[in-house]
């Protein structure tokens, strides 16, 4: 069965770094565009990060360019999103996301919190 368990959240202070690790399974990775998306209380669920899976391309959102980096591991079938420079604003649960053609699958959410 296919999964997606996200890793590596928690409270860090402004300025921080934190990685967060999606680990899949059930499906085959490497065919898969693999996301990271977020959301915040009382807000919708956005997209952060997308790593494509044929040649890797990533896009970002304006919010993170140059802050957050996604990349995967194929042999691994785990997919990161380095956060760097964190902001009270990246407070919000993120979610890996893995999708192809009609298919897409979510994991439950890791909670990252930015305060002092």
């Known amino acids: 069965q296919v999964q997606l368990v996200e890793s590596g959240g928690g409270l860090v202070q402004p300025g921080g770094s934190l990685r967060l690790s999606c680990a899949a399974s059930?499906?085959?990775?490497?065919?898969?565009?693999m996301s990271w998306y977020r959301q915040a209380p009382g807000k919708e669920r956005e997209l952060v990060a997308i790593?494509?899976?044929?040649?890797?391309?990533?896009n970002y959102a304006d919010s993170v360019k140059g802050r957050f980096t996604i990349f995967r591991d194929n042999a691994k079938t785990t997919v990161y999103l380095q956060m760097n420079s964190l902001k009270p604003e990246d407070t919000a649960v993120y979610y890996c996301?893995?999708?192809?053609?009609?298919?897409?699958?979510w994991g439950q959410g890791t909670q990252v919190t930015v305060s002092s």
């Open positions: 790593i494509r899976s044929s040649g890797g391309s990533t």
């Open positions: 059930g499906f085959t990775f490497s065919s898969y565009t």
């Open positions: 996301n893995a999708r192809r053609a009609f298919n897409a699958y």
